[in-house]
T-cell receptor
Framework: NAGVTQTPKFRVLKTGQSMTLLCAQDMNHEYMYWYRQDPGMGLRLIHYSVGEGTTAKGEVPDGYNVSRLKKQNFLLGLESAAPSQTSVYFC???????????????FGQGTRLTVV | KQEVTQIPAALSVPEGENLVLNCSFTDSAIYNLQWFRQDPGKGLTSLLLIQSSQREQTSGRLNASLDKSSGRSTLYIAASQPGDSATYLC????????????FGAGTRLAVHP
């Protein structure tokens, strides 16, 4: 059981370049999330999705776009990368709240992005 | 706005000690609280999930408690081992829905032989 898989694991971008991070989950979770982790800070929510075809902004959405065309995939895009976007990016997924289900969040292994 | 604080930021102990890691949150209206472990350069591994209606959860040598009214959770690690060395993160999800997690900055634990 793969859980949550992120690609790529590492990437170096030049300022102004674009890229897409891919997240895939095989647990049939309704909810998916993108977080970023910076030194000395807790993880912060960028965008999230509560179902196929839906997305919403989190705490730090500026400079990022997302899409969820299939239930199992959640893509994070950087249209014009900036040095401030140097970070480690984590994807997560969970079942929807309600109905007595376990809403434990599962995380991928992360993508380490450096923008020079 | 919900804020999560973890104390201490770092901890170094000899093998065999029983440990308590603390997590506090400012808004008691939470849906659940989750403790994670993160090894250097790795992802987050879920340790324990406590629903807002629960007081504690146990898994092996780990026990997590939740006191919503005081905005506190503790993670108790019994008989610590060098393999427990990692960063421990606490996160809460609000009652507003969608299981969005607010994280603390973590406690970096080092257990030496």
């Amino acid at each position: 059981n793969a859980g949550v898989t992120q690609t790529p694991k590492f990437r170096v971008l030049k300022t102004g370049q674009s890229m897409t991070l891919l997240c895939a989950q095989d647990m049939n979770h309704e909810y998916m999330y993108w977080y970023r982790q910076d030194p000395g800070m807790g993880l912060r929510l960028i965008h999230y999705s509560v179902g196929e075809g839906t997305t919403a902004k989190g705490e730090v959405p500026d400079g990022y776009n997302v899409s969820r065309l299939k239930k199992q995939n959640f893509l994070l895009g950087l249209e014009s990368a900036a040095p401030s976007q140097t970070s480690v990016y984590f994807c997560a997924s969970s079942y929807a709240q309600g109905g007595g289900r376990n809403t434990e969040a599962f995380f991928g292994q992360g993508t380490r992005l450096t923008v020079v | 706005k919900q804020e999560v604080t973890q104390i201490p930021a770092a901890l170094s102990v000899p093998e065999g000690e029983n440990l308590v890691l603390n997590c506090s949150f400012t808004d008691s209206a939470i849906y659940n609280l989750q403790w994670f472990r993160q090894d250097p350069g790795k992802g987050l591994t879920s340790l324990l999930l406590i629903q807002s209606s629960q007081r504690e959860q146990t898994s092996g040598r780990l026990n997590a408690s939740l006191d919503k009214s005081s905005g506190r959770s503790t993670l108790y690690i019994a008989a610590s081992q060098p393999g427990d060395s990692a960063t421990y993160l606490c996160a809460v999800s609000g009652s507003g829905g969608y299981n969005k997690l607010i994280f603390g900055a973590g406690t970096r634990l080092a257990v030496h032989p």
